[in-house]
């Protein structure tokens, strides 16, 4: 008897167990828990740091357990404390330009998601500035030693006809040669100790002037900062002694010509160019051998008038052909580079049968004060050798141009005139053995002044 009621109250259990639904609220009857977070979006302050979101939960049951969870990067260190009532984070500092828009923390609670958008500042600058490359000016004072080259940079800033304010970056660039180069990519940090390594800016001579509107009424050194390079153009970051932050930025190439002198150059031109005064003019070439990429004969031209007043052309041609060398004039059609690239000088890029994007630069008289400076990234060069001598019983060559500038307007630039070959220098035994191409110096934080 007792075994029998043994196994029916075994088999009223199981009934019972049956009847139970296993997603029913074991505290059904309790009120239902209410989730509030303190907010939807969340900012992150561009130094970054420790974060918390607060919320609340009322009447919370013990079954319903938080969770938060996110796939943004730059969101560190998630965790929340159901007990005091917050989510915690960590974010690193943002030291770029724009704000971070990405972030999204998901929180889970009762069956329910609640999504909070973060977000994070970027840099504040004091003064944002857009520089047109007509407006800089990079002048070329040398070097003490073959390992670098030193040059200022100068620049005004313009909103419309009133002028924002002007700088100077005192750089110290990869030596290159004696003549002209583009300023190599790479970050170049300000230097407090004037250490006048490649790769950093001095500090001794350069400042901002900012407020200008016919004067320079608050000027102040440079503490620290850096200047970014890039194939496209330049972004300057940097800090004055006085706290002001300032972000300049340019589309053009920084480019470095001759050294140091009271002439104005102005940079591009403002429609299409005719190349004219020079047929009958004179020519001379620097030979460097395969300096600037192995397997190459690389050849700078320096063509003028016979007066040196209507202008100057300074051409590159970069060749692969076995016949050349320091005594052989190239001839043929040398296709112009589209992308600075591996240019140890004035040029775009050293490659087989290219003209590596020159400079052309024309004074219009021998002692005018302004000297246009035009770059070119695109087109060709023929040149070819004349049948007869000219009237010196001199052998001459007929340059063909048609380039295109390099700036935004893209203006054609033609020409074509027959120049004597007045003299040939071989530079292969004193071309530098480091290459300017893609010099990238080691970043390090920059130091605030002494």
Known sequence: ????????????????????????????????????????????????????IPFTIENPGEW??????????????LAWDQENGKITFTAPANNTDDPLTDGVITVAYNFKEYNISVTQLGIAYDYRWTVEAENTVTMYYGADYESYANATLSLAAFDGENML??????????????FCFDVPVGVYEFDAEDSKEPGTIGNENSYISTDVEGEFEESALFASGALEVTK?????????????????????????????????????????????????GMMGYYYWGDAYGEGTHAYQFQIMDMMGAVGQ????????????????????????????????GCGNVVGASVLSGSSIYNSYGFYAPTMNYLWIKGGDLTITEDEEPNEYDATTYTFKLNFTDASHAAHKITGEFSVECMFATDKTSSAP???AANFEAPAYPAKARR
């Open 232 to 280: 496209d153009g330049w972004v300057a970051r940097m800090f004055d002694e006085n706290g002001k932050s300032y972000r300049i930025e340019c589309e053009g190439t920084i480019h470095v010509d001759g050294e140091g002198s009271d002439y104005e150059y102005i940079m591009g031109i403002t429609e299409d160019l005719e190349v004219t005064g020079l047929d009958g």
């Open 64 to 77: 319903a357990q938080l969770r938060a969870t996110t796939t943004t990067a730059w969101i560190k260190n």
């Open 1 to 52: 008897m007792k075994k029998l009621f043994t196994i029916a109250a075994m088999i009223f259990a199981v009934a019972l167990t049956a009847c139970t639904d296993p997603n029913e609220n074991p505290y059904d009857g309790a009120p239902e828990p209410v989730f509030t977070l303190s907010t939807s979006s969340f900012e992150v302050p561009q130094a970054g740091g420790n974060m918390e």
């Open 165 to 178: 304010g002007v700088a100077d970056l005192d750089l110290f660039v990869p030596y290159v040669n004696d």
């Open 313 to 344: 052309l300074v051409l590159w041609v970069i060749s692969e052909d076995e016949e050349l060398d320091a005594n052989t004039m190239p001839t043929g059609t040398f296709k112009v580079a589209e992308v600075f690239e591996d240019m140890s």
């Open 433 to 435: 053995e480091a290459k």
